[in-house]
């Protein structure tokens, strides 16, 4: 007779301390329980190790973090679920709809990966109508937005050169912002007009919209005499390219996260609806692109609102369900989550969680999207929990005067799932 394995000795060992536990739960118990986690922790992987049960007191942690008399003024709105386990571990008000704040930022990225993928390029063209005759150009020069928030100092002195290289001296011609990559409106839905608000215009550079004033400087100091001036046109459709400048979506990712930049998210929100082949793309179709992945994942879009890509309208509302809905797509699917692992901020490292989340067992281990807006604060984002599984969890917390008891209330929920 063959001795049974040291490992299936524990599992029922581990079955047999579950039963017991389950029988001594009272009946009116509240639903915001580790619902299946212990059971389904208590597996054996393709590899035969064992993976240690969810730690008993890690709910007991949660319940007094939630029963605290800051709720009975204040909302939030946690979801925890164990991708290892593939099971909601914690809840509590998970359908109360929100305002996200920048987490609306990880909807946004992921539908974006998910649509466009890692190599996407915001391209910023140039292109030149007319003739070249004696060292001058009989014509214009026409500049092409794609809504790259990374033009910077660099690609604007590729411009410059691009057209040097035609060995001209003088433009007799204009020189033309072509603006139709999307629509007029300079400011999102429902932005506070005394908030910090990116400029969202297609042609930017340095973040500031001063492109045509800068590029015409840059032209004139390069030797370079413009007869004519600035305007505003779609480019021609015999118009010859000059010069293409881009960055991928990985590079515009990074700076949207970790730094929770809101042009970057925007920018990223409108290539959603342009690259659709919207020509002026809106707010509104970019948002259906959104609602699509939404719809995607068995929600109805009509019980949530997308206002803009960056989280800073005041009209936006989701809920923690749908959050981490959103990161456990990205999580089955490894082309979205690698690229959005590597974009989100590190907790005690960098981006917007640099000082914060310094504990032993926190540091390095939560990977997520913060969110602020006045009387809003959240996260939402992945770690791993001390068994060695792998978590979601968004936390919204909304009707905070201080954004640094959210704040208190959020690390606190990290470190309760990542302590032993």
Known sequence: MKRPHFAFLLLLLTHAHLALAQSETPENAEENTITCAPLRAAIFLKDSTFTLPWPQNVQQRLDSIVASGQFETTQMGLLVYDLTADSVLFRFNE?????????????????????????????????????????????????????????????????????????????????????????????????????????????????????????????????????????TADTPSDAQELCTRYHNMEEILRPMMKNSDNLFAESTFYQLAAASGHRRATAGQARHEVNRLIQKLGFQPSDYYVADGSGLSLYNYVTAELEVAFLRYAYKNSAIYVNLLAALPKSGTDGTLEKRLNGDYVRGNVQAKTGTLTGVSSLAGYLTAANGHRLCFSIINQGQRKGSTARACQDRICEALCEP
């Open 95 to 231: 359908r109360q709809l929100l305002r996200p704040a920048s987490t609306m930022k990880l909807l946004t990225a992921i539908t974006a990966l998910d649509r466009l993928g890692s190599r996407y390029r915001f391209r910023t063209r140039l292109y030149y109508t007319g003739i070249i005759d004696s060292c001058a150009l009989r014509g214009s020069l026409y500049c092409r937005g794609g809504m790259d928030p990374a033009f910077s100092a660099g690609d604007m002195a590729a411009f410059v050169e691009s057209v040097r290289s035609l060995g001209i001296d003088t433009i007799f011609g204009n020189v033309v912002a072509d603006l139709s990559m999307k629509e007029d409106k300079m400011w999102g839905e429902g932005w506070c007009w005394d908030d910090d608000n990116p400029v969202l215009k297609p042609l930017l550079v340095g973040k500031k919209d001063r492109f045509l004033a800068r590029f015409m400087q840059e032209l004139r100091d390069s030797g370079i005499v413009v007869m004519g001036d600035t305007a």
